[in-house]
């Protein structure tokens, strides 16, 4: 199953694989364990070519469109070393948005080379910080003013270098900024590169593995419905955050539970059974608990239900006699004569004398 907006990929043998796919982004903070999701951009194919749409574009797109809904905010975009490219930094520029990217050795071979040759130019400023509680030293180093590639010599960024080095292993990261760095802000920076894997793990791992089942199919429809689907489910990403921020009885639930997939799964369970006034009655059945009653049972005594009634019975051949089938299989007479008296209730006056 395929449509016209389906991205595609053709395998080594020849067959043909179609999907969706999304950018999507989150506002995040380094010392916040919640993620405030965006609204993502559909990457879909363009009327009229044959080619995949690239994450550049739909990332152009999303920044036009974050400007426009916000125009007064003040960000720093964090992304992978696939980002990391003169476009996409121009970009950037022109929508007013700083950048703290990473960067790697096998794709920026020519802005690694620049460092070294600064680093024996003198160039290069060092700083350390040591972490006695852990026994880790964080150290780094950053260099100022190189280009980022050799055909595109005008881009002009700022790198920094990290090393984690702890007791068992030694970590390296890499990235490209836009922004004035000293020993006085270099650490801080770093924090927020490293804030990164909150849109992997707080993120796109959360949708995948904590209830919302992100890459299941919901629907395909001929037009955007599974685009309108996965928007759906951000939306309730969106709404659960917002609750983990500021909704006490949310996080106590959470704590008690474990695990938000068994949140989820106890929340269905009293929304079909239970009814529950707000919100917040919801939260505190699943906090303090609740006494579980015996179900309420509604009997109709309108006449569809006789004729329900005596139809089962000529159905399954059971009634012999003016007595109905489900009257003879009670198990005792007091029983015989409740569910008697209400089937007469729903029988004509001609049928009762019978």
């Keep these: 199953m395929h449509g016209a907006s389906c991205l595609h990929k053709v395998h080594r043998n020849g067959s043909l694989t179609y999907s969706h796919q999304m950018l999507g982004a989150a506002l995040i903070h380094p010392d916040v364990r919640a993620v405030i999701p965006l609204r993502p951009e559909p990457m879909v194919q363009q009327d009229g070519t044959a080619k995949n749409e690239c994450e550049r574009k739909a990332a152009k797109r999303f920044l036009a469109k974050l400007r426009q809904d916000h125009p007064p905010l003040k960000c720093i975009v964090t992304e992978d070393s696939l980002s990391a490219n003169a476009p996409h930094l121009e970009t950037l520029h022109d929508e007013g948005c700083h950048s703290i990217l990473g960067v790697k050795e096998g794709d920026h071979a020519y802005l690694c080379k620049q460092v070294q040759a600064a680093e024996h130019a003198g160039r290069v400023t060092y700083y350390e910080r040591h972490d006695r509680a852990t026994g880790t030293c964080h150290r780094l180093r950053f260099v100022k003013d190189v280009p980022l590639k050799a055909s595109r010599a005008d881009v002009r960024v700022h790198c920094i270098e990290y090393w984690e080095i702890g007791q068992d292993q030694v970590q390296h990261f890499s990235w490209v900024t836009d922004l004035r760095r ?13 804030a990164r894997w909150k849109m992997a793990n707080a993120t796109c791992n959360t949708l995948q ?48 539970l474990g695990s938000k997939r068994l949140v989820w799964e106890r929340m269905r369970a009293l929304f079909y059974d239970y009814r529950l006034e707000s919100m917040r009655k919801l939260w505190e059945a699943l906090l303090y608990g609740f006494e579980k009653s015996p179900p309420v049972l509604r009997i109709a005594t309108s006449s569809s239900l006789g004729v329900l009634l005596r ?44």
Excluded at 182 to 194: A, E, K
């Design 182 to 194: 000293s020993t006085r802000n270099v650490y801080p920076l770093r924090r927020g590169g490293r």
């Design 209 to 256: 593995n904590q209830g919302y089942h992100c890459e299941h199919n919901y629907g395909h429809g001929e037009q955007p419905l599974s685009v309108v689907f996965a928007t759906m489910m951000r939306l309730a990403f969106l709404v659960d955050q917002v609750q983990q921020l500021y909704c006490a009885f949310f996080r106590a639930v959470w704590a008690t």
């Design 311 to 354: 139809f089962g019975s000529a159905k399954l051949g059971v009634c012999q006699s003016s007595r109905p089938w489900f009257a003879q299989r009670a198990k005792n007479p007091a029983s015989q004569g409740a569910l008697m008296s209400v089937w007469l209730s729903t029988q004509p006056a001609s049928d009762q004398n019978q």
